[in-house]
Antibody, heavy 122, light 109 residues
């Protein structure tokens, strides 16, 4: 079964760029059947969709983050990545990666990685 | 942007109770609506997709219904492991842009 695992620094300084990677095992990011997504959750708050990327490199971003966000995919490593610039305290959250399953026009997140906590502090 | 509003924000119930959580969309989303369960410190888990299709392995006490702007998640007989936070999520539009509800925390009475 497909498993996803986030990796990256747990601490980022204000104004710096966050870089996270999601490694996929048991499946391939080089599949036209799925999108690959990032979702975050500030402590004690709701889930927020960040964006997703297709194996071709086509990416779709949340309107609220698109000016600071870059997603990429590395099919040779079976990974996809997130870069979020100009980090502030408001960006502190648990960051999840997830596969977007697709059936016709229906899409849902399954499975999810375990999440990685990112703190923003100098 | 499509906004998703869940009610109630929190709910206290007892084992064996029947519970219903509501999710409303700010515009019609047909049945492009999914439900997730999240336990503390864990990643969300998919329960229902396309408004009413039960994900494989999810107990049949969970059910979903609705279309357009009004959706419900029902747990027919609460079990101890069901106490968690539940989120709805829409996937309307092509290409899809996703939005989650604010969550409903289900607590033990």
């Amino acid at each position: 079964q497909v498993q996803l695992q986030e990796s990256g620094p747990g601490l980022v300084k204000p104004s710096q760029t966050l870089s996270l990677t999601c490694t996929v095992s048991g499946g391939s990011v080089n599949s036209g059947d799925y999108f690959w997504s990032w979702i975050r959750q500030p402590p004690g708050k709701a889930l927020e969709w960040i964006g997703y990327i297709y194996y071709s490199g086509a990416a779709y971003y949340s309107p609220s983050l698109k000016t600071r966000l870059t997603l990429s995919v590395d099919t040779s490593k079976n990974q996809f990545s997130l870069k979020l610039s100009s980090m502030t305290a408001a960006d502190a959250a648990v960051y999840y990666c997830a596969r977007v399953a697709r059936a016709g026009h229906y899409n849902w997140f399954d499975p999810w990685g375990q999440g990685t906590l990112v703190t923003v502090s100098s | 942007d499509i906004q998703m509003t869940q009610s109630p924000s929190s709910l206290s119930a007892s084992v064996g109770d029947r519970v219903t959580i509501t999710c409303r969309a700010s515009q019609s989303i047909s049945n492009y609506l999914n439900w997730y369960q999240q336990k503390p410190g864990k990643a969300p888990k998919l329960l229902i997709y396309a408004a009413s299709t039960l994900q494989s392995g999810v107990p049949s006490r969970f059910s979903g219904s609705g279309s357009g702007t009004h959706f419900t998640l029902t747990i027919s007989s609460l079990q101890p492991e069901d106490f968690a936070t539940y989120y709805c999520q829409q996937s309307y539009s092509t290409p899809p842009l996703f939005t989650f509800g604010q969550g409903t925390k289900l607590e033990i009475k």
